[in-house]
């Protein structure tokens, strides 16, 4: 029985106690749990990086993906609204860049209200570069 179960409570433990710090443990274990599940998600890499379109304005956009994806060195801030694909974006930015791409996918969420205003008036730049 105690190689099945996650814990075990000893006859003679059964007082308030034990059973506290037992399930005190076992929450903590699930959060930790949940969060290298979480974890492991945002690290996945993801099932395409192929941006799909035709028109002139993805194109644009590809070429601004590929231009900060040859300057592997330069730190790249990508905007946009909520589902705009920002995320595709920067996977895309990571698989084509050598320097990159060898290294873990690192997704920082921030809002736009965070920085100084200057970088928050170009809220529909596509991509930027940060010097």
Request: aromatic share 6%.
């Amino acid at each position: 029985m105690e190689s099945e179960a996650l814990n075990y409570l000893d006859k003679r433990e059964f007082s308030p106690g034990p059973i506290a710090k037992t399930v005190e443990a076992l929450a903590h274990q699930g959060t930790l749990q949940r969060r290298v599940a979480e974890l492991e998600q945002q690290l996945a890499p993801p099932e395409s990086t192929e941006i799909i379109g035709a028109s002139d304005a993805i194109r644009e956009v590809r070429s601004h993906l590929h231009r900060a994806a040859g300057d592997g060195r330069a730190p790249v801030l990508i905007t946009g609204e909520p589902g705009s694909g920002r995320t595709l974006a920067a996977h895309y930015i990571h698989h084509l860049s050598h320097t990159r791409s060898g290294g873990p996918f690192v997704s920082a969420p921030f809002t736009v209200s965070q920085f100084p205003s200057p970088i928050s008036r170009g809220r529909n730049t596509v991509v930027r570069w940060v010097s």
